[in-house]
């Protein structure tokens, strides 16, 4: 690199970023950078001015105390600045800040020699170059600076401050005052105290601050996959909305030309009924005119002959003339034609209760029967029945009357509700809990509620009873040594436990009868059914392949994954991907249901902890970790979401635990082992119930499995028994 460059590039190094200049007496905050002292107190006055008691870093924009002295002066000096600063001042001729460092008339440097480590006056030059002893040293001249030269100038040894030592390197680090000294302060100040070699010294923190950079370098990725990832939903935000925004424009859009031809439509209903109506007016008119014009006419005539007066004309038309007064007077008059009330309707389609209602209901007085009076379970059709009444009290029903029931469980969801009509005032309202504990319930009718809606309906869980048990420890037929998994058939509901130290898979009817074995050449230490009704078996401390086998214990083949390291627990997702714990590498690992390729690697964020069991259920990953005394909840994706439960014996709390599976009702049963209980939880990680005394008193349950028709097996790994609920 040539000299010039390298020192522009030297001088954009030393530049401060307030003024923009070479650095004058920097100083270092303790966000590790460095500016000018007079830069940063002119920044620090400027703060004051405006009452503030704190600066931010030009740079990073963190905060820091201005000084009671009001100057930054006691702030550490940067050493590699200063360096920087007095390499650059031998480019500028301008600056003499190199003194003579062998003579007394300090004089400007105008050489440095490497051996003696001193900058040389012109005189002092000629005279080293003389002496036979300094003759063959190294030196350079200040005007002829080379780039190696300048990295060398930089990379001098530095020299004591202390007066009389100004010629002694600082060779030792005192580690007792944390401060670098010569050999002569060795003796003189620090004769006691405990010294290392410089080079040494800094090596070992060399290798501590290494460490922490190396942690800060894993963090800045970390920080940079999540802008990434910020700015891809940001990105994705952005798009969302701007195609919501044009969906909601073309939808106005729509509405607008929609409502221009309903104008339309409307404009040429009313021009019809107008031209229909003023013809009718029009029609009746002609009939009222014609009527007044024969009646002109016969008054006209009559008149005519009264006034004449002449009495034989009088005796001939009095008959004709009576007559036509008569027909005249007795025809049938037509009726004023009334037009029919013209109304133009606005109903607000946007809410279906935003409507005027006039009828006899009255919400006040109308009821709901059953509502409280029902025992309502989890899982069970529950229904009730809302009767309208009027004002009076007397059941009345009306077409229009609007019904609206709203349950909201314990989460805050919306509960669906059926409501039928039965056209007598009566509405049979049916709704199914799908979990336990209080939902709210409230009834409008016509937007009014009920008297004491909303109520506070309570529905309780179903709770599991003991049915019986069975096994023994053995190795005969259903007998058992190690029970170390269990598991039940969603096919043909057969029981398959697995027995580590008798190496074999027992199969068992549901009442816990003996149906057959699989002998293994190795233990084995999980289990699983997959849809087929084939068993997925792990062996381990083998060769960690997954077997199959038929139920009848037909071997059918060898999954050998190369991504399983120590594989732990297996279990089988709905959709048929293989769910792993591998102890290896503290991870869950997700394969194909043929066993071929991993689709998903993930683990617990900050928790070296092993996992135990993992399972999957509606779009989310359930693990166990047994030494972390809680179980982990991951979406679909592998991120972590939440903890659920913790260490300890109190409700929803765990002393070691194991086995989980997820009922029919959704609920989350954990084995609780150091507490001796079963925990029940919601899928959102509310506790809800425990299973405990007086079949669990003795009992570690270790393993447990469920049956599609609710029967529920927990497993003692101590007694090698297995528990059956119903």
Not at 34 to 53: G, T
Not at 638 to 647: A, T
């Amino acid at each position: 690199m040539d000299v010039q460059q390298l020192f522009k590039i030297l001088k954009k190094e030393a530049e401060c970023p307030l003024c923009i200049e070479t650095v004058k007496n920097p100083k270092t905050l303790p966000c590790l950078h460095s500016f000018c002292l007079e830069c940063l107190d002119r920044h620090a006055n400027f703060a004051r001015r405006q009452l503030k008691a704190t600066i931010n870093c030009p740079v990073c924009q963190t905060s820091f105390q201005i000084p009671e002295t009001d100057t930054f002066e006691n702030l550490p000096s940067s050493f590699h600045l200063n360096r920087l600063v007095d390499v650059l001042a031998l480019e500028d001729g301008t600056v003499q800040s190199q003194r003579c460092n062998s003579c007394d008339e300090n004089n400007t440097a105008t050489c440095y020699c490497f051996v003696c480590q001193d900058f040389l006056c012109a005189s002092c030059f000629e005279a080293h170059q003389r002496l036979k002893a300094t003759r063959g040293h190294r030196n350079v001249l200040m005007n002829k600076l080379q780039a190696q030269d300048v990295q060398d100038l930089i990379h001098r040894p530095v020299m004591c401050s202390q007066q009389y030592h100004e010629d002694q390197p600082l060779e030792f680090y005192c580690e007792d005052c944390k401060v670098l000294i010569c050999h002569k302060c060795t003796v003189v100040s620090h004769d006691r105290h405990s010294k290392r070699d410089t080079q040494k010294a800094a090596q070992e923190q060399k290798m501590q601050m290494a460490n922490a950079v190396a942690k800060v370098k894993v963090e800045i990725v970390r920080y940079e996959n999540e802008i990434k990832k910020q700015t891809d939903l940001r990105n994705r935000n952005r798009i969302e909305i701007l195609n919501e925004e044009k969906k909601m424009t073309d939808t106005v859009e729509k509405l607008i030309r929609d409502l221009r031809e309903h104008e339309r439509k409307m404009k040429d209903k009313f021009r019809e009924i107008y031209e229909a109506e003023q013809k009718h007016h029009a029609t009746r008119l002609e009939d009222f005119e014609l009527v007044v014009t024969k009646l002109k006419s016969c008054f006209e005539r009559c008149q005519s002959i009264l006034e004449r007066n002449f009495s034989v004309e009088i005796l001939q038309t009095n008959h004709a003339i009576l007559g036509r007064c008569n027909e005249l007077l007795n025809v049938r008059k037509p009726d004023v034609y009334m037009s029919p009330r013209i109304h133009y309707l606005v109903e607000e389609k946007l809410d279906l209760m935003d409507r005027v209602v006039v009828n006899k209901t009255d919400p006040s007085k109308c009821l709901a029967k059953g509502q409280d009076s029902k025992e309502v379970k989890e899982r069970k059709e529950t229904y009730f029945v809302i009767v309208t009444k009027d004002s009076k009290g007397f059941e009345c029903y009306q077409q229009d009357d609007k019904i609206k029931v709203d349950i909201l469980t314990p989460e805050g969801d919306q509960l669906k509700t059926d409501i039928k009509d039965t056209k007598d005032g009566k509405y049979m309202v049916t709704y199914t809990p799908q979990g336990a504990g209080q939902h709210r319930l409230e009834i409008l009718v016509n937007g009014q509620p009920l008297t004491g809606s909303p109520w506070i309906v309570h529905v309780n869980q179903h709770q599991y009873q003991f049915a019986f048990q069975f096994g023994s420890k053995g190795t005969g037929e259903g007998e058992f040594d190690g029970i170390i998994d269990i598991e039940v058939s969603p096919k043909t509901g057969s029981i398959a436990v697995v027995e580590y130290e008798n190496e074999r898979i027992q199969l068992v009817c549901c009442e816990g009868k003996f149906r057959g074995e699989i002998r293994l050449d190795g233990a084995p230490w999980s289990v699983a059914f997959t849809d087929s009704g084939d068993l997925l078996t792990l062996v381990r401390e083998s060769d960690n392949k997954l077997r199959v086998f038929s139920e009848e214990g037909h071997f059918i083949k060898h999954i050998n994954d190369k991504h399983l390291l120590k594989p732990l627990r297996l279990s089988i997702a709905s959709d048929g991907r293989i769910i792993i714990t591998d102890d290896g590498d503290n991870k869950i690992k997700v394969l194909s249901p043929d066993g071929n390729v991993l689709l998903q690697s993930f683990s617990a964020p900050d928790c070296d902890k092993s996992p135990c069991c993992a399972i999957y259920h509606q779009d989310k990953f359930f693990v166990s970790y047994g030494l972390a005394k809680c179980v982990k909840v991951f979406d679909k994706t592998g991120v972590y979401l939440h903890d659920i439960g913790c260490e300890g014996s109190n409700d929803g709390q765990f002393n070691g635990l194991c086995g989980l599976v997820i009922d029919k009702y959704n609920r989350l049963i954990v084995c609780d082992t150091g507490n001796h209980r079963l925990q029940l939880f919601t899928l959102g990680g509310k506790f809800l119930s425990k299973m405990d005394g007086q079949y669990f008193q003795n009992v570690v349950p270790y393993f447990v499995a469920i049956k599609n028709v609710g029967s529920l097996f927990v497993v003692d790994l101590d007694k090698d028994f297995v528990y059956v609920f119903h």
